[in-house]
């Protein structure tokens, strides 16, 4: 009787116990409201660095020449300007997104510090490239400019993923993809419209893309964790092997998912014996 007892008491094991962590409407909200903060905050930093800069250098961020061309100076302000903006919402935006879930990412101290150290390599790899087309147009500086806030954010976002939980990597990879592409639409509709301003193009990239990013992170996690509960089945888990590939898991990680494997089998004998005993009563 005492054994039975035991049973019944005993804590229920579900499926979220196991596989991704689960997300609920409230923090989709918050990790798209976090994105929001951060593009919106780097964004200001850009416009403030671009009212100082026209107020002392008005030579250099004045009109552009007959030909589309600009100021020397403008090109080494402008890639400052950009690698400022870009990396305080990069920061701001994995922070705040961190800080929507502190137990999926405990490690956001360290998340940051990878994050800055790729922003820098960054904007060492794009500097020649801004060299490159200083001698054309503002268009072309602007399309240079967005692509290394895409880069840059993409990456930004990866590596938050990886360092939470390198075993759903996969997940945030899809998260992001979709997240660049739908802003990347976005961004690329409005600026159509706006008859091809790279003025809106640089205001609107940031803000559009963290909060694309905040948005579908939250939603891919919570779609897949429905998908999860309904399957039991951790499709998108690095411990998945599909085909004809070798296992080449650690032992670390065999021994950890045979033990999951046990817990889950322990749980479905007390569930099975708590519904027997109440099917009994």
């Known amino acids: 009787m005492s054994e039975s007892s035991d049973q019944v008491v005993s804590p229920e094991i579900s499926n979220s116990d196991f596989g991704p962590s689960q997300i609920g409407g409230l923090e989709i909200v918050l990790r798209t409201l976090g994105g929001l ?157 706006s008859k091809s301003n790279p003025t809106l193009l640089l205001f609107l990239a940031l803000p559009t893309m963290w909060i694309s990013i905040g948005f579908f992170s939250g939603l891919l996690g919570w779609f897949y964790g429905w998908i999860y509960k309904i399957y039991g089945t951790d499709f998108l888990s690095s411990a998945i092997i599909y085909g004809a590939d070798v296992h080449i898991l650690s032992k670390a990680e065999e021994i950890a998912m045979e033990q999951e494997d046990e817990r889950r089998h322990e749980a479905k004998k007390r569930d099975e014996g708590a519904a027997f005993l109440k099917g009994g009563k």
């Open 37 to 193: 903060g951060g593009g919106i905050i780097g964004t200001g930093l850009i416009f403030l660095i671009s009212i100082l800069g026209s107020g002392i250098f008005p030579a250099v961020f004045g009109e552009t020449s007959s030909d589309g061309t600009v100021h020397p100076l403008f090109v080494f302000l402008f890639l400052a300007m950009v690698f400022l903006g870009s990396a305080t919402a990069n920061l701001l935006g994995v922070l705040f997104i961190g800080l929507s879930n502190r137990e999926k990412y405990a490690h956001l101290s360290t998340t940051l510090v990878q994050i800055f150290i790729l922003n820098i390599v960054i904007l060492i790899l794009v500097a020649p490239v801004y060299m490159i087309v200083a001698g054309l147009n503002i268009e072309m500086i602007a399309f240079v400019a967005a692509l290394q806030i895409v880069l840059s954010a993409m990456a930004s976002t990866l590596i938050l993923e990886i360092m939470a939980n390198y075993r759903y990597a996969l997940l945030g990879v899809y998260s992001t993809v979709l997240a660049i592409l739908a802003s990347s639409g976005v961004i690329f509709i409005i600026y159509s419209i």
